[in-house]
Each structure stands twice: as C-alpha cells, then as structure tokens.
C-alpha cells in the first residue's frame, strides 16, 4: 500500500514555539496570514528550562516561564494560528511555494516560512546534572543569576561566555568557581582579565566535573583534578548553583542544504532583516531565498535573550507579510 502524504496549503508556516514564533505567530495572525506554528520537540522553547522570568517587560512581579510562554500561545491563537504539536523532519526551500514534512507524514506547502528553531546549551551530558535541572543546575546566568545573591556558585567553561557569566554572577554572589578543563583560558585576553583580577572569583584549571551532590537540590560539586596524570586528584567543592557555559548549538541542522549559515551553524541575515540567503559559498551568502525568513537564537550568536527573540519575530512576519502581499 502506498503510503500517502496529506498536503496542506499555507500562507505562513512558523517553525518554534519559542518568544520568536509565537510573536511571529500574533503578528501573521494579526495580518490575516492564518499562520500553521509548528511546536518542535520542546514546547515553549529553551526559556521553559529557566525557573523565572523577571526580565521580560509586562510581567513586574516575574513569570513563570510556562505561564509567559502559555500566554504568548493563548495570544497567537486568539488571532487564528494553528498550532501543530510534531517535529519538522524535513524541508524542501528548492521548490516554491516552500515544502515542510512534519513527522515524516504531514506535508505543508508555504509562501513564507518563519524558522525560529532556537539553539540549546550544551550540558556534559552526566546524569546528576538532568537530576538536578532547575534544581540548582542553569545553562543562563543573565536568566537565573538572580536567585543565588551571596551564594557560592561554579561555571563551568573557559570561553567568553564562561568570563561573562562568571563576571556577571561575581556581581550578585559572595563567591564564583570557575571549572576550567584546561591549564588556560580559551577566552579573549580582556575578558580573562576581568575573571582574573575578580576577587571574587577562583578559577580551577585543569579541573573536570565528575558529579553534583545535593539533598534535592545542589549543595556540591566533585571535580577531577588532572584526571589520568601522576598528580591526579579529586576535590569537593561546596556550591548552591551550578552554570554551564561550555556553549551552545543552534537548531540549524534540517536547514543546512538550503540555507546560508555560519561556521556555528546560526543562520545568516544581514541589515537588520530576518531574510535568509542561500547556502555560501567560500564564506560569502548565496541568493536571497525568497519567502524564508529566520528569528529568535537560531539567528542570534549574540544576545540570546527571550525579549530580543520575541522583537526578532516581530520583524519575520512583517517581512513575511510584506513578502507574501508582493505575490
Ligand atoms: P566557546 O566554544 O568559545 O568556549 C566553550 C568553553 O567551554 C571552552 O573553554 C571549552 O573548553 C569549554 N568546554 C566545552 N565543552 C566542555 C566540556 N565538555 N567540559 C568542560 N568544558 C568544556 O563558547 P562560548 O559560548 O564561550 O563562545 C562562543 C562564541 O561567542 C565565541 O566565538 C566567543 O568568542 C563569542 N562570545 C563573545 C563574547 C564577547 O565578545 N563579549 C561573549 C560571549 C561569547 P576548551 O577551551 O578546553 O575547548
């Protein structure tokens, strides 16, 4: 039997329930575009793993995370988007109007399609950290710094991020641990020297996380010193939060073949638009790729904040819009 697909045709499909393609969502739905949003594998997007939200405007006495993104949703259905729980298995940006496989089954054909796929912090992958998640454990000081004022907290990470946020949290805790694998810094000279001329902050070189310890929540941290040399030893550390900083991956993937994107794997726009462009060649961006449209982190190296995502998705489906009324 041949396994039929079921085609539907769309103005404007959202990929992401993050800030970004819910407000991407209220402004299509806005403008008539009865926009299909996608939800992906993590409903509410990477904002869900924080434990409040005090820095969005509109909400003075902070949010729950579910809460923000359950009345980001309710607001974009109230202006007739459609939501799809299901991943996005494949695309096809070669063909106009674009072509979305949702779970290998659900076909869209769309004039304009908004990716705000979002990027995810990398985590080391042990299993005390997924124990302790929300628990202790934070993948974002600018987002959970806050709640460990004079505490004592590790970072995890040698890079620009890890300096950031070991900066920022030295600010608002009595004492920062930095968990650095390697006997240097990978990041910029400036940025090390504000960690180390930080009084507050220790930097542990050469230093691996076995485990986190903790009655319910993180009290502590074992970490390998030298791990396989002569000199090795273990070491305990007595901490109340737990911030990885070793990076992040953008949820970029799917798109590789028919979008431009950095060595990171973010995707490319460029002057102050969420256009994407075709795939570069030696370094430089292809043809712009009409009706393609990226918002929120999967675009944004940089800022990585829930406010800015939500701005950028804004500015796709205005894009959108005036793209598809150009047709
Ligand atoms: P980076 O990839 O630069 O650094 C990641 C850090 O995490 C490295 O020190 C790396 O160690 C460490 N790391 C990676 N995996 C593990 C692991 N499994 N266990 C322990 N440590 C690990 O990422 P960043 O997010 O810091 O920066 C990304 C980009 O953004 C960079 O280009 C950076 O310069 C830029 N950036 C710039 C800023 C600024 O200019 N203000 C601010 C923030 C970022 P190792 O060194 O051993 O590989």
Redesign the pocket.
Known sequence: MVNEKIVNRVKCLIIGSGPAGYTAAIYAGRANLAPVLIEGPQLGGQLTTTTEVENFPGYPDGVEPFQMMDDMRRQAERFGTQFVSGVVTKVDFSVSPRKIIVEDEIEYEADAVIIATGASA?Y??IESERTYKGRGVSACATCDGFFYRKKTVAV?????????EANYLAGLCEKVYM????PY????EI?QQRVLNNPKIEVLFEH??IRLTGEGKVQGVDLFYRKGEPDEATKHIAIDGFFL????HPNTELFKDFVARDP?GYIITHDDSTQCYTPSLEGRTGERLSGVFAAGDCAD??YRQAIVAAGSGAKAAIEADKYIKSL
């Open positions: 990398k080391l992958g995890v990470g040698g890079g620009d991020t890890a300096c950031e968990i650095v694998r390697k810094l990978r990041a910029s940025m691996n996380t900083a070793i990076g992040h990171e190296p940089h």
